[in-house]
């Protein structure tokens, strides 16, 4: 017995694996090989390759197909129609299947929608990508990235707010108090 949601037009071929409490929506394709956490919700036309690795809690909006060499951990948003890539070099006429770029999201990133994430990069933990972002390197924990080509234009909170270091390098998210430090050029979160 099946212990997630998959509606009637949905396709979850054998061979991959579903967490509990996931809810796989319209016209989504689950393919052999794919692993999906528990609590996972997958819009409408939502695509998951073969090999591809979804954590726990990751939410899929509308629209996004996620290629082998993806892996998102825990608790990562992909926005409405946000683009990754597998292959750095596609052509129609060289088959490149076997050589596909690994990409790795990290536990808690938002990709916002319409962004593309180019093959090959890490999106740190809690990163924000900005809707119609284009990523061609790697993100670091915290990072907002806005634009094309991407550029860092500051810091995130778990919260997913705009993170305002002081004097000190010391930041407090406006909705759950807790504390940042901002250090040559990093940022990790403060133990209370």
């Known amino acids: 017995m099946k212990d997630y949601f998959a509606h009637e ?3 979850i071929d054998e ?25 996972c919700n997958l819009g409408q036309n939502v695509v998951v390759s073969p090999d591809v690795v979804l954590g726990d809690n990751v939410k899929v909006q509308n629209n996004v ?22 292959v ?52 670091k924990p915290y990072a907002l990235i806005i634009g094309n080509p991407g550029r860092q234009a500051g810091w995130m909170s778990e ?11 010391i930041a407090i998210c406006p909705e759950s108090g807790e504390k940042y430090k901002l250090e040559k050029d990093f940022v990790t979160k403060m133990e209370v």
């Open 159 to 169: 919260y997913g707010h705009r993170l305002h270091f002081d004097a000190d390098g």
């Open 88 to 139: 750095i070099n596609p052509r129609s006429a060289v088959v490149r299947r076997g050589q596909y770029a690994k990409t790795t999201v990290k536990r808690g990133a938002s990709i916002g929608a319409n962004a593309t994430i180019i093959c090959g990069h890490d999106i740190g933990s809690f990163a924000f990508i900005g809707a119609g972002a284009v990523v061609t390197h790697d993100v």
């Open 15 to 39: 061979g991959c694996q579903i967490g509990a409490g996931t809810r796989i929506w319209h016209f989504s394709h689950v393919m052999p090989g794919a692993v999906i956490g528990r609590n």
């Open 9 to 11: 037009t949905a396709v």
């Open 65 to 86: 197909s996620i290629y082998t060499g993806v892996i998102c951990e825990e608790d990562v948003f992909l926005g409405p129609s946000m683009v990754f890539t597998n």
